[in-house]
Nanobody, 119 residues
């Protein structure tokens, strides 16, 4: 089992910045990749940014050049630095971990943190 706890959401004006943090605990050795997803009201959850265990990253086109996913200084922590925020970035942001143990894949989710960008 992997537990994920997010922090860092809030309300910010357009053009501002926020940094989200996700702390993983439990069977973290089984994690292959961690990611941030978001879900806006009335929309499907979408992948925002992903980082694999070897450090490769990928981003949804709408956040490229504005968001950066990285490992935090604390062990088993992943960050999402969000700059030049736009109202359309408003959503609940979820931390995700994909793990594999004994040949079985698992997907874990955090509880979500609200990000609201005002115009």
């Amino acid at each position: 089992q992997v537990q994920l706890v997010e922090s860092g959401g809030g309300l910010v004006q357009a053009g501002g910045s926020l940094r989200l943090s996700c702390a993983a605990s439990g069977s973290t050795f089984s994690i292959n990749a961690m990611a941030w997803y978001r879900q806006a009201p009335g929309k499907q959850r979408e992948l925002v940014a992903q980082m694999t265990s070897i450090g490769s990253t990928n981003y949804v086109d709408s956040v490229k050049g504005r968001f950066t996913i990285s490992r935090g200084n604390a062990k088993n922590t992943v960050l999402l630095q969000m700059n030049s925020l736009k109202p359309e970035d408003t959503a609940i942001y979820y931390c995700n971990a994909d793990a594999r143990k004994l040949g079985i894949s698992y997907r874990y989710w955090g509880q979500g943190t609200q990000v609201t960008v005002s115009s």
